[in-house]
């Protein structure tokens, strides 16, 4: 047993003192080395995503898509991948419930041979909101009210009220699948827009959809609600559990694509990350299989220190003009550098597979050579790195004039059709009959002097869906 520094520790129980009864001596260096490390235990837990699970697995690519894209990990059909993926809950603390009624995030780290592709993304294939800037308000109503530290269905009303391009993940929420049965029984999206570029420099854009080959499984609220006293850790016990027992949980992970003459052409904006490609007009195709077969050998250092940002693409995946994404593509990598250091993807669960060359140098937790005796200056005269000019995207069309466009209340303002799918063409009538419960239930807890205000705003746009799902909730919360 030594310290940190290599010294051998003589006794880790027993402190030095002065005598039988001490006081200790302040030259105990193994007690204050031990205090000390344990003081720092804990890094800053995420704001959002804190409670999770993951696992170790292969991707194994299982139909052609080069003509679409370029990117190496798709380069043929039997082509194996090692991923890591990470589940967890949204809104929760990382002492959370893994039951409560929440999205879940699904996200994969694939180590590819040209770097790491995350694919960061929910078990929704939509969101409650459209424009980065609403993001911080909108979690704020998702945590705890400033006054009492409790959870407030109050604040969560008010903002969803107000909000009328969250219904479609509202609904979906409060549907059977806003409680999923553990992580192995639920699908994933990576949800945005991305594109995808062949070796002719075409782009087609792109949604990732991953299906659970296990079936779809969710939890009733009142199993959920047992299961947060008798096992809050239900998800990561079923996760661990069945990878242990061979039983490895598999997904299909499958594409839409469009055009960007399609996209061009098409009313819906099709980079609105509240908003669903219709499955008849871009069909879903399939890519490859994730299966995971193997739990983390230590939880902290490969799963609590995992950094997955949607920015991470390789050669052959891009991004797109999704808002939403735009704003993640920043935040993202900013959230990590301020957990777990500027250097956080040298730590080795996010460390790539393949050489890393920059200029990047020094700051905290830097753990390889640091660049040696190489320039941390570009350009130089040592040209030991040079640019790949073979990499860069086709060029991107851009237009219109610069403004704050949903601020003028003129655009994508439909935030009413594909809630009404849902409704009515995608649950049944007894999975109707649970929404409505489960809304009326949580407002219930809307408390206040703008109680009526918050409800009553609800309903109307409840109404601007179908009159019968305003209806039913009204008379459910006996109005």
């Known amino acids: 047993m030594t310290t940190a520094s290599g010294r051998t520790i003589a006794y880790n129980e027993d402190s030095k003192s002065a005598g039988q009864r001490g006081p200790l001596l302040l030259e105990d260096y193994v007690l204050h080395e031990k205090l000390a490390h344990f003081n720092r ?45 990470r589940f967890s809950t949204v809104g929760g603390e990382k002492g959370s419930a893994d039951t409560e009624r929440d999205p879940r995030g699904f996200a994969i780290k694939f180590y590819t041979e040209d770097g790491n592709w995350d694919l960061v993304g ?49 609904l979906f929420l409060m549907s059977d699948r806003g409680i ?106 399939e890519v490859g299989i994730l299966e995971l077969n193997r739990n983390p050998e230590n939880y902290f250092a490969e799963i ?23 704003g993640r593509l920043l935040s993202y990598p900013d959230a990590h550098r301020y957990r777990l250091g500027t250097n956080y993807e040298q730590i080795p669960v996010n460390r790539p597979q393949c050489p890393v060359h920059n200029h990047q140098r020094d700051g905290l937790a830097r753990v390889d050579g640091n660049g040696g005796s190489a320039p941390n200056y570009w350009p130089n005269s040592h040209k030991t790195l040079a640019e790949d000019h073979r990499m860069p995207e086709p060029p991107m069309a851009l237009g219109g004039l610069a403004a704050w466009y949903d601020r003028n209340g003129e655009h994508d303002q439909d935030h009413y059709s594909q809630p009404r799918q849902f409704w009515l063409a995608i649950l049944d009538d007894e999975a109707r009959t649970r929404l409505v419960e489960t809304i009326a239930t949580s407002m219930r807890g809307i408390e206040g002097p703008y109680r009526s205000t918050i409800v009553e705003r609800q309903l109307a746009e409840f109404a601007k869906v179908d009159s019968m799902l305003s209806d039913r909730v009204r008379h459910e919360l006996g109005l």
């Open 304 to 326: 609590e220190q995992a950094a997955f940002a949607p920015a991470h693409v390789v050669d052959g995946i891009g991004y797109s003009p999704d808002k939403m994404l735009q």
């Open 41 to 85: 235990e804990r890094i800053a837990e995420r704001v959002v995503h804190a409670k999770g699970s993951g696992a170790f697995g292969t991707f194994t690519i299982t139909n052609d898509i080069t003509h679409l894209s370029r990117a190496r990990l798709f380069s043929n059909v039997g082509k194996q991948t090692p991923v890591l993926v």
């Open 122 to 170: 929910n078990n929704t294939p939509v969101f409650f909101i459209k424009d980065p800037k609403k993001f911080p308000d909108f979690i704020h109503t998702q945590k705890r009210d400033p006054q009492t530290n409790l959870k407030s269905p109050t604040m969560m009303w008010d903002y969803w009220s107000l909000n009328p391009e969250s219904l479609h993940q509202v």
């Open 180 to 285: 999923p049965d553990g992580y192995r029984f639920m699908n994933g999206y990576g949800s945005h827009t991305f594109s995808l570029i062949n070796q002719n420099d075409e782009r087609v854009w792109v949604k990732f959809h991953i299906k659970s080959m296990q079936g779809i499984r969710t939890l009733s609220s009142e199993r959920a609600t047992e299961l947060r006293g008798l096992d809050p850790d239900y998800a990561q016990r079923d996760l661990i559990e069945a990878i242990d027992g061979g039983n490895y949980p598999q997904w299909r992970l499958h594409i839409q694509t469009m055009t960007e003459d399609q996209a061009s052409r098409m009313e819906m904006n099709p980079f609105d990350l509240t908003k669903v490609w219709p499955h008849a007009q871009f069909p879903l195709v």
